[in-house]
């Protein structure tokens, strides 16, 4: 229940639309590759470790894919029995390891790949380049002022939490 009747302005919907887009998106993502056996948790960990180059730390892929540590573990320890990663201890930190592909995981990463073009396609059908191109703008300033900002309490900033 709304505690005023007035209708959302365009900053307010924005912020709505982006959440709500953002989790139906990846829920239909995940229900896809949910049927290949893919849990969001290792997909994810995959497209992450092949975007960022090989040979990531376990801390820097967990930072990267938005999960603590042990969370990490569990989902490595899982593609690793299944072959799909290795874990060689860090050269330089004999307290670290880093996290590799193996040749396993390419066909998967392909299915991946093509499971999210897919989805994409459905999801931006009927939208021209242009367009795609004002929201893709738009969305690189939004993401430019949140690198910029400096995280403020909704106290700091004068606001009630909402």
Sequence with gaps: ????ATPLGGQERFGVLLGQIARH???RLDRRLSEFGLTDARWVTLLHLARSGDGLTQKDLAARVGVGGPTLVRTLDCL???GLVV???DVQDRRAKTVHLTAKA????????ETAAAVRSELLDGISAAELDLCLAV????AANLAAAPARTDRENGHRAA
Excluded at 139 to 142: K, L, M
Aim: net charge positive; proline share 4%; no cysteine.
């Design 1 to 4: 229940m709304r505690l005023d």
């Design 106 to 113: 390419i066909p998967v990463l392909r299915l991946i790949e």
């Design 139 to 142: 969305f690189e300033r939004v």
């Design 80 to 82: 690793e029995r299944e």
């Design 25 to 27: 998106w990846r829920a």
């Design 87 to 89: 874990r060689v201890g």
